[in-house]
């Protein structure tokens, strides 16, 4: 599997500041009036990187999380239209600064998920993944499993949320926002 590092913003160092990176999942845009809320844009706006863990469902929705400045990486999910699918991968490693996280969209019944994510992404510190909408921030032997819930599409959760997490080294502090 390739690991695409992430590069810092020009002109600064990487070894020297907090990374500070937006995770979102399953926002299923556009979708009649539905909109990221605004306390997620800003968020993301704030970010020195956004992924996203599938269920953009739409080219147009990632050039729009494009738009907001900080660079994108994602993986593809279910409900992503074939243009999508055919751009972004089934998953994916993302390194930030010695940090390695993996990502995907779907990780599988509930039954053993976190030794399966462990198993599937040994290299990596993290991993993200969505498919559910259920928001998890939980730590499993070296791994740091994590979804994001949704922003947009909360179903059976009592909030919309999304995940920002601090990053220096290989160090990583996950926090669950609700938006």
């Known amino acids: 599997m390739e ?6 913003r020009a002109g600064t160092r990487r070894r020297r500041f907090l990374s500070r990176v937006a995770v979102i999942s399953d926002t299923h ?9 605004e306390a997620c ?31 994108v990486e994602g993986v593809h999910g279910n409900m992503d239209e074939p243009a999508l699918k055919a751009l972004l991968p089934k998953q994916h490693v993302v390194e930030v ?3 390695r996280i993996g990502m995907v969209h779907d ?14 992404f040994p290299e990596c510190g993290a991993v993200v993944y969505g498919h559910s909408h259920v928001p998890q921030v939980e730590r499993f032997q070296h791994l740091w499993v994590l979804n ?4 947009t599409d909360k179903r059976r959760q009592p ?15 996950p926090e669950l926002v609700n938006v």
């Open 107 to 120: 990780a599988g019944p509930r039954a053993r998920r976190e030794a399966r994510l462990a198993a599937r």
């Open 3 to 8: 690991v695409r590092p992430f590069r810092a």
């Open 29 to 37: 845009l556009p979708r009649g009036t539905r909109t990221l809320p």
């Open 41 to 71: 844009v800003k968020l993301l706006r704030g970010a020195d990187l956004i992924l996203h863990a599938g269920d953009f469902v739409s080219v147009a929705f990632l050039q729009e999380l494009r738009a907001l400045g900080p660079p």
């Open 159 to 173: 909030v919309a949320t999304m995940l920002v997490l601090r990053i220096r080294g290989s160090r990583i502090t």
């Open 148 to 151: 994001p819930g949704s922003p």
């Open 97 to 99: 600064d010695s940090l």
